[in-house]
């Protein structure tokens, strides 16, 4: 349990509380980066407390490391290609799972597949729901955004790239649309959800080429869904 709990107390941290301003200011400076690294660490603490033995130091631990992670991409990876933005982001999150994993082994003496067998039982289900859910509507905005940056640096345009509160909101809609009728009796329905999107583009097109930001934003988001959608009917049987 320390492990799925460890995770969303990441998802929470990294996604749902790191508004734009905050990332913004994780890349002009040391306090915004500490500001950061201590919403994460407090979200550890709030979520693990009650079961973790010596939760303060492991807490602590698991915050510098995420400091020390952080301070990599938001000080010197973003001067390298942006290109390779969504590969940096792979790696980041990728680096941060590996610590949480290492954490609940030493402070717990808990595998990942330890872990893995816990996701159905009853009692821990509810957290892989919740991590399941901030992927899709965070996470996935996220990917979007990383994925397009990279495109568009490889085609050699500079676009802004960047999540706005209108892309993340209806993103967001659809995809917890597209995963619900995922779930429903018509599965197949679930395409339904991204054709406002793709009928908005289709009539106010503006940017020729075959690799657009919205088609390659629909894209991801459809995927997102779908691996959303798998996940949560073998949750729940």
């Not at 079961?51 to 510098?64: H, Q, T």
């Not at 793709?198 to 020729?208: D, E, F, G, N, S």
């Amino acid at each position: 349990m320390l492990t799925l709990r460890l995770l969303l107390a990441h998802m929470l941290g990294d996604y749902v509380l790191q508004t734009g301003r905050i990332a913004r200011q994780k890349t002009q400076g040391w306090s915004g980066l500490l500001w950061h690294v201590s919403i994460v660490t407090l979200t550890n603490i709030a979520l693990t407390a009650d079961i973790l033995p010596l939760w303060w130091i492991w807490s602590l631990v698991l915050g510098g490391l995420h400091l020390a992670i952080d301070q990599v991409r938001a000080f010197r990876a973003r001067f390298l290609p942006p290109a390779f933005s969504f590969f940096y982001l792979l790696l980041d999150q990728g680096a941060h799972i590996v610590t949480i994993c290492g954490v609940a082994y030493f402070a717990a003496q808990e595998t990942p597949w330890e872990a893995w067998q816990q996701v159905q039982q009853p009692i821990t289900r509810w957290l892989a729901l919740a991590i399941l859910v901030i992927f899709l509507v965070w996470t996935t905005a996220v990917l979007e955004m990383e994925i397009v940056r990279s495109l568009n640096a490889l085609r050699q345009q500079t676009p802004s790239a960047q999540v706005l509160p209108l892309d993340r909101l209806f993103g967001a809609v659809e995809r917890l649309t597209a995963v619900t009728l995922f779930l429903s009796p018509y599965p197949l329905l679930y395409i339904s959800a991204f054709m406002p999107r793709m009928l908005w583009h289709l009539r106010y097109r503006l940017q020729p080429g075959p690799l657009l930001e919205c088609e390659v934003r629909a894209l991801v988001s459809a995927l997102s869904a779908t691996i959303v959608g798998l996940a949560i009917a073998f949750l729940l049987g």
